[in-house]
């Protein structure tokens, strides 16, 4: 098992960014990935760091009292499958629950659009618990959005 530190509380954009980059099979069109740069400036993250440095990202967004969302999360593609994801997500939920907040949700590319990557995407989510709610069309134009969801408790 490698060695990772979370950090909480950090504004990475341009760490952000370079990962993203690294990930164009999932973040593929400029736009969008220069969003969530601009969210990286203006919200903090929780970062997983290897030898200072950083490898993941996750940026969350809280939409009251009861529930937040995991906006962005990536991990440098060499180190998938390595526990980085569920490290940061573990910060976050854990971080959460003392926070009384009882819904996590995740937004992501839906199942009617074929894709490896977003269906180890998809994967890896219902292993963290969390469920499918509902594919609906037109927040992402052209791309179907798939809303999981996970009750913290």
């Known amino acids: 098992m490698i ?3 979370v950090r909480r509380g950090q504004r990475v954009p341009n760490e952000v960014e370079s990962l993203l980059r690294s990930l164009r099979d999932w973040f593929e069109l400029e ?7 601009a969210d990286a400036r203006s919200h903090d993250a929780y970062t997983a760091v290897i030898d200072k440095e950083v ?13 937040s969302e995991v906006h962005l999360m ?7 499958r390595r526990g980085i994801g569920r490290k940061l997500l573990g910060a976050l939920q854990e971080d959460l629950v003392t926070q009384s907040v009882e819904f996590l949700q995740v937004k992501t590319l839906g199942p009617s659009y074929p894709s490896d990557e ?9 292993s963290m618990g969390f469920r499918p709610l ?5 927040l992402w134009p052209g791309n179907p959005c798939l809303i999981m969801v996970k009750f913290l408790g």
């Open 3 to 5: 060695e990772v530190e």
């Open 134 to 138: 509902e594919e609906i069309e037109g």
């Open 74 to 80: 990536a991990v440098t593609p060499s180190l998938h």
């Open 31 to 37: 736009e969008p990935l220069m969003g969530y740069v």
């Open 118 to 126: 977003y269906e180890r995407t998809r994967l890896f989510y219902e």
């Open 55 to 67: 490898v993941g990202a996750l940026i969350a967004k809280h939409h009251g009292r009861f529930s």
